[in-house]
């Protein structure tokens, strides 16, 4: 989603503060034409809710909220910004989504504040909560089952949040020698291997033993560390768990 903040332009246009009218913003921040005004995003605007703030080119738009409350400064509101917003996201309204969506109405879901590459690892200041007419199938409900885990791919700012763009951390990469260990009943046996893929904590790869060439099957338990029989077994029912509940 290509962003297209006009913020600059508003600043010119604003002209004089008007008397520092104090305003909220509001819960459900959307535009119906995809040029976000003052007036989309705070009850109380009055005559300044003309103003343009930016525009939307895709479904949503994510704005910094610093640079929003100067130009809402500008154009003589004052909103505080008490919760200490970093950013703000503008949907589509319900002129743009249509009257099917309309009639689902809109529901909280999260989004990403700022582009991921993938691979890196989602962090409590990644994501944010926003309105949506309807959100992905496997949406997350609560932001702790994605923080921590690492974008499966580039993902935008302002996109939606699934269960699906995330995936537990890469500890091991394809070509890494790792130490492959079993213990059970008091025996304890480690090797040496090459991983055949990449995987994260819980995640069975194929492991190359590096003496006898023999492939195994082994889980991922930490960075360069895999194990096998009952340990790996313990390791994924873990993991099971832990998915199950988000």
Do not use: C
């Amino acid at each position: 989603m290509r962003l297209i903040l006009v913020l600059a332009a508003s600043l010119a246009l604003a002209g004089p503060a008007l008397a520092g009218q104090a305003v909220t913003l509001k819960a459900d921040t959307t535009d119906a034409d995809g040029a976000v005004t003052l007036g989309d995003l705070f009850d109380g605007a009055g005559p300044a809710g003309g103003v343009p703030i930016a525009t939307r080119t895709g479904a949503s738009v994510v704005l910094d909220a610093a640079l929003v409350q100067l130009a809402a400064r500008r154009a003589g509101l004052d909103w505080p910004n008490a919760e200490g917003l970093k950013m703000i996201v503008v949907h589509s309204g319900p002129a743009v989504a249509g009257a099917a969506a309309a009639a689902r109405g809109n529901i909280d879901v999260l989004t990403y504040t700022r582009n991921l590459a993938a691979g890196e690892i989602v962090q409590p200041t990644d994501l944010v909560w926003g309105k949506a007419a309807a959100g992905p199938a496997d949406a997350p409900s609560d932001p702790e089952s994605v923080i921590g885990l690492a974008a499966k791919r580039a993902l935008r700012a302002g996109a939606t949040v699934s269960a699906h763009d995330v995936g537990a951390a890469m500890v091991v990469r394809t070509g890494d020698t790792i130490t492959v260990s079993y213990d059970a009943d008091g025996i304890s046996l480690s090797l040496q291997g090459k991983a055949m893929a990449s995987g994260g904590v819980g995640e069975t790869i194929s492991v190359q033993n590096t003496a006898s060439k023999k492939v195994v099957q082994a889980t991922v338990s930490g960075p360069g560390q895999a194990v096998v029989g009952p340990g790996a077994d313990q390791i994924r029912t873990v993991r099971a768990t832990r998915y199950a509940t988000r």
